[in-house]
């Protein structure tokens, strides 16, 4: 039996997502096993963090400086807008650097079951940024949730009366996927976005 504050230890890794009890024990006894290298420099690396985490007020990114270095940077596309629910959907779309825009993000999307209103979300800040000028398309990078389909159709009615051309994420057939193997919502999806060929 390990004592209260490794277990404290365990307990806390054990709730970060993708690690269970088990993986938590494991990740805890390597990093006591070099306690005086991997051990500081996690422990350095989370202080440092911890005392420099800021969410960006123009976008809603959690960096360590405001604005964040994505809106910061003068390569960006200002007149692209990508709204994404949360933070780590943000994080995948720009590690796959295939939009040279900019973001902001929700902080959440539309659930009536939740309790989470329009209100609740960043919608607001979107339409003050869109309002503002300077943005030619808005592009809707939701889930492919009912949720996020939800936010996502909440968001074109609102934006609707603004010089903006709004656009989603396509959905549908993945790169190399049979079709006996996909699901009928994503066949759905799929049918419904054809487009012409060639």
């Not at 959690?62 to 596309?77: F, G, K, L, V, Y």
Request: aromatic share 4%; charged share 25%.
């Amino acid at each position: 039996m390990a004592g209260q504050e490794i277990e404290k230890l365990t307990g806390a890794l054990a709730r970060l997502p993708g690690l269970g009890p088990r993986s938590a024990r494991r990740a805890v006894l390597w990093l006591l096993k070099r306690r005086e290298t991997a051990l500081v420099q996690l422990l350095d690396a989370l202080g440092e963090v911890r005392s420099r985490l800021v969410e960006c007020t123009t976008c809603g990114n959690i960096e360590t400086s405001n604005p964040c270095p994505i809106c910061a940077d003068p390569r960006r596309d200002a007149r692209q807008l990508c709204v994404v629910e949360d933070v780590p959907d943000l994080w995948a779309l720009d590690r796959a650097r295939l939009f040279a825009g900019r973001y902001h993000v929700l902080g959440g999307h539309l659930s009536a079951l939740d309790g989470v209103g329009p209100d609740d979300l960043a919608i607001g800040a979107l339409l003050a940024r869109v309002e503002a000028g300077g943005i030619d398309e808005v592009v809707l990078a939701m889930n492919a949730t009912l949720e996020g389909q939800t936010t996502a159709h909440y968001l074109a009615e609102r934006l609707e009366g603004l010089p903006v051309r709004v656009t989603q994420l396509a959905h549908g057939l993945p790169v190399g996927g049979e079709l006996d193997y996909m699901d009928e919502g994503t066949l759905a999806q799929a049918l419904r976005a054809r487009r012409p060929v060639g």
